[in-house]
């Protein structure tokens, strides 16, 4: 079968977020099944398309108000374990971060460029799929546009990472997609704009959620699309997301300070843990906290200061916290370094590195969401050995028992201040039940949330549209 992820992001090409990992590591995983798996994204002006060589496979022009040229490229050594196609539009997308103001254009570029190097290939698509709102008018294109009319019988998949983001735009800029009939114009619109995610959902064969608990609460909070959705559900289906285990493996990670397995996991840690606490001047003595992420309202970051704050006066814990987001919050918690020197410290940025040293160095893991579609940090957590304490929402209720209940994590029933701070305290507790922690971490490193399972699982849904 002949697979084609298109995306705005893909690890280790360019990441954001989660949507990064995923379509960095699912086509893999894919390919391992016997399946030929490829990934279409965008040229970005990066560290990764610096430091490697291209050659042109395809050059064309499309019209966006006015004529543009493009060109896609593929690698010349290419160890990704996929193929990798990037479409390169020097004016709109060779830029230097991933997302900006002028999105929209930029991915309706993306996507028409995208489509007319599919549409001339010899050898058709069998699926092609979608990743979140930067590629959804591809399902209403495929189907609508004149010029995609070869296309029209390809089936098309489209995966909500998160439905928050919808990539809205006014009907004056309708004139900017490919012609169609505009009887069917309905199909692009949702509450009088131009809703790309509403219109995949439309769309779209198929619509997958990165977790079965997501795709419910969908249902009933999805920023104004549950109506949809719930009309749509009958080819709504959630996929729980893995993780890359060749990344993500701190037997072998080399960014850790030490790499560690099962038999090793206790100087491992310790080790990581010696160093992170010493570069950000932190007690390794006391159990160490942590926080990755998005600084916004959906990670729940604007309760963390308070969370941070009520534990940390008793000083009997240290906390680093890595993310960037909202400027209040960041203020906020990096007061907290002056307020609590010894026990709080941050790093205020991205660095995918401190990251994978964070997750092997740290004892909890916390995640107040108040929205997680997947999360993939909580797995990240457990395969370092690190337990997660989550808000009991979205693929976090997929993935987190709590220990009191024959699990192995923190569970926590609301993103509150008060439920924080008490899954903090519980955590405490636990930890200094030493034989316990001891025998629950080695449960945790051995919990497989690699991708074989889920990348059958989206086999078997396309295999499902294939006639
Ligand atoms: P999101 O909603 O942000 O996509 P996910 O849990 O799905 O959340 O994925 C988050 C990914 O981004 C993880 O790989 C996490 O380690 C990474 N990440 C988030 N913030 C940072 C940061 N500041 N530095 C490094 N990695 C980060």
């Not at 007319?116 to 709102?133: M, S, T, Y």
């Not at 990581?272 to 003595?285: A, G, I, S």
């Not at 740290?362 to 997680?372: C, G, H, I, K, T």
Request: include cysteine.
């Amino acid at each position: 079968m002949n697979i084609y992820h298109i995306s705005a992001e893909c690890y280790p090409i360019a990441k954001v977020g989660g949507l990064g990992d995923v379509v960095g590591a699912l086509p893999k995983y894919q390919n391992k099944i016997g399946e030929t798996s490829s990934v279409i994204m965008p040229f970005y002006n990066n560290k990764f398309t610096q430091s490697h060589t291209f050659k042109r496979v395809f050059s064309g022009r499309f019209n966006l108000g006015r004529p543009f040229g493009f060109d896609i490229l593929t690698l010349e050594d290419n160890t990704l374990g996929y193929d990798l196609y990037l479409v390169h539009i020097p004016e709109l997308l060779y830029t230097d971060y991933v997302y900006s103001s002028n999105d929209t254009n930029r991915f309706l570029g993306f996507q028409i460029a995208t489509l007319d190097w599919l549409v001339q290939l010899e050898k058709k698509p069998d699926i092609v799929h979608c990743h979140d709102h930067h590629t959804g008018l591809i399902p209403f294109m495929m189907s609508q546009s004149y010029a995609y009319h070869k296309l029209r019988t390809t089936p098309t998949v489209v995966t909500i990472h998160n439905g928050q983001y919808q990539g809205w735009f006014s009907h004056n800029k309708i004139h900017l997609i490919p012609p169609f009939d505009f009887s069917k114009a309905g199909l692009l619109d949702w509450k009088h704009l131009i809703n790309p995610l509403a219109s995949a959902i439309k769309c779209a064969w198929k619509v997958t959620t990165v977790s079965p608990n997501y795709m419910e609460e969908l249902k009933y909070a999805a920023n104004g699309l549950e109506d949809l959705l719930r009309y749509e559900s009958g080819k709504c289906v959630g996929i729980l997301n893995g993780i890359d285990d060749k990344v993500w493996d701190p037997a072998t990670d080399d960014n850790l300070i030490q790499n560690y397995s099962l038999k090793t996991v206790v100087s491992g840690k310790k080790a990581n843990k010696q160093w992170l606490c010493k570069e950000f001047n932190l007690n390794p003595e006391l159990p160490l906290f942590a926080f990755i992420g998005r600084l916004v309202g959906e990670k729940g970051a604007d309760l963390l200061p308070q969370i941070f704050h009520n534990s940390l006066v008793h000083k009997n814990l240290s906390i680093i916290m890595l993310g960037s987001g909202d400027s209040s919050v960041e203020h906020q918690l990096d007061q907290l370094k002056y307020q609590h020197p010894g026990h709080y410290n941050n790093y205020i940025g991205y660095n995918e590195r401190l990251a994978h040293i964070v997750y092997a160095a740290a004892d909890f893991l916390v995640m107040p969401s108040r929205v997680e579609p997947c999360g993939l940090n909580q797995m990240y957590a457990l395969r370092y050995g690190t337990v997660p304490i989550v808000n009991k929402v979205g693929g976090l209720k997929d993935t987190v028992q709590d220990f009191d209940d024959n699990g192995f994590g923190i569970l926590h029933d609301g993103a509150t201040v008060h439920e924080g701070s008490f899954a903090i305290h519980r955590a405490i507790n636990f930890y200094n039940d030493a034989d316990r922690f001891k025998k629950n971490r080695n449960l945790i490193m051995k919990i497989d949330h690699s991708w074989d399972s889920s990348a059958q699982a989206y086999i078997n849904l396309y295999n499902s549209l294939i006639l």
